[in-house]
């Protein structure tokens, strides 16, 4: 803790600069001794004490000596003002707002607000020694303490955090919160870390106390793509009548978040239940009208012939990633590195209830280290001829997903493969990577590309085992145009 003392003596202020610009001429001299010229007879040897120049700059903060400069923190909600006793030197260093702050004066009154203030010990902290121990809640107020007196690295070292840390447990929840603040900062690609898991973890968050506190904006983003990861599309329809009922927007725009739900999606008999159980449904039925009817006569004719009238190329009728059983399976994988593997499993043929008693059978096979033709060996009838040798590593993970066998109901339908690719972090299985291809993961270069299945310590790996879930997705096209 800083201590909480008068103003300096004048006399102990210059000392304490000073004694600031000694220990960093200290730790120049260690560093510059690091990379001295090493060409002389004798071995090289570094001595270094680095970690003990830390110690005393962070005894030099903590007991107040030699401070020139005053800090006096204030928040409205309270009167007494923390006051920390530092060294102008070190703040500039760190700081250009500092360095301009403390050019003329050396007692300064802050104003925060009582988030950041209750983190500014921390962030001093991290100005003597360049390092802090942030907890999930102290991400956002260290930012923003990061960002307003411009530290850069705090500031990219706390985004960095935050994109690593979307995993983690928390009793209230913390992506929502994260995502809304990248977007008020303008930070892009933290929005997009955290779009991004929240697509691929939906399930995870509708269930959670923070899904009620997505805004518009975050909620349209959502409904709007086809890789959600979640159960069915009925599970998502709950999800969004919860969200209604709790946040009562205006009728234009509970509208636009009922019409992004893709009815087509939903089985008949669930959408009869809807419409004589939802509240939410009948508060808002003529916003959606014409979509149940389109969805009803979408379950009543065959695909083939229902695309002859209507554009099924758009994403009404295409699926998201469910991982309900009829549209794919979960394949475990023990020591994926060990040798070829293969499974086979039934889908539906599609959504549509005509085809509601038509079965596919996928045959999968997953190699983990496949070789395209390009690094195969090249035989020659030339005795002298060489052949390059081929090592294991140079193959990679492969995943080809093929029907069984063909059917005159495949006309009109291909069939999307997405693989998702769960792993353990801070505890809980996630959905760490999502790949999508028609019929094998060669279409996609990056397929596994950084997994490294040969480690049991590989982050793709739980327990030595891979986990994958397969979803297959047809995708209707339209053959022929009838005019109306």
């Not at 700081?95 to 050396?106: D, I, M």
């Not at 959905?431 to 028609?438: D, I, N, T």
């Not at 060669?442 to 994958?468: M, P, V």
């Amino acid at each position: 803790m800083a201590r909480l003392s008068g103003a300096q003596p004048v006399a102990t202020r210059c000392w304490g600069c000073a004694t600031a610009a000694f220990l960093l001429l200290l730790l120049l001299t260690v560093q510059a001794a690091q990379k001295a010229d090493l060409a002389g007879d004798g071995p090289a040897a570094t001595i270094n004490h680095s970690l003990m120049l830390l110690q005393r700059l962070q005894e030099l903060l903590q007991n107040g000596n030699g401070s020139d400069t005053v800090l006096r923190v204030r928040t409205a909600a309270s009167e007494e003002a923390k006051v920390f006793h530092t060294h102008q030197l070190l703040l500039s260093l760190q700081s250009e707002v500092f360095e301009s702050l403390l050019r003329n004066q050396s007692v300064i009154t802050l104003h925060e607000p009582p988030e950041t203030a209750a983190l500014f010990e921390k962030f001093i902290r991290y100005l003597y020694c360049g390092g802090v121990s942030i907890l999930l809640h102290q991400a956002i107020p260290m930012h923003q303490l990061a960002s307003k007196y411009r530290v850069w690295g705090l500031q990219r070292g706390v985004a960095d955090y935050m994109k690593t840390h979307l995993a983690s447990e928390s009793s209230q929840g913390h992506v929502v919160g994260w995502y809304h603040y990248a977007v008020r900062i303008g930070d892009g690609a933290l929005q997009e870390s955290c779009l991004q898991f929240l697509a691929w973890n939906l399930s995870a968050v509708l269930g959670s106390a923070e899904w009620s506190s997505v805004s518009v904006e975050l909620l349209l983003l959502l409904l709007e793509r086809s890789d959600l990861v979640l159960h069915s599309e009925l599970e998502l329809y709950t999800a969004v009548e919860s969200w209604l009922s709790r946040r009562q927007p205006e009728g234009p725009v509970a509208a636009r978040v009922l019409r992004a739900i893709r009815y087509p999606m939903i089985a008949p008999s669930q959408l009869f239940r809807l419409q004589a159980q939802s509240a939410v449904l009948a508060q808002h039925y003529t916003a959606v009208q014409d979509l149940l009817f389109q969805a009803f006569q979408f379950h009543a004719a065959s695909p083939l012939h229902f695309a002859k009238y209507f554009d099924v190329n758009c994403s009404m009728f295409l699926p998201r990633n469910y991982l309900a059983p009829s549209w794919g399976s979960q394949w475990v994988i023990n020591n994926p590195a060990r040798d070829d593997r293969s499974t086979s499993f039934q889908t539906q043929l599609g959504p549509s209830s005509h085809d509601a008693g038509k079965r596919v059978t996928w045959n999968v096979l997953f190699s983990p280290r496949w070789l395209p033709v390009s690094l195969r060996p090249v035989y020659s009838d030339s005795v002298s001829a060489a052949v390059q040798p081929v090592r294991l590593e140079d193959g990679r993970p492969r995943l080809v997903i093929t029907p069984a066998m063909s059917s005159p109901d495949f006309a009109g339908v291909s069939f999307q493969k997405t693989v998702l690719v769960g792993v353990r972090q801070q505890g809980r299985v996630l959905v760490k990577h999502a790949y999508s291809f028609h019929q094998s993961s060669d279409e996609t270069a990056d397929f596994l590309a950084h997994a490294d299945l040969q480690k049991r310590t590989s982050e793709y790996l739980i327990d030595n085992s891979l986990h994958l879930h397969i979803i297959i997705k047809p995708v209707y096209h339209s053959l022929i145009k009838v005019k109306k």
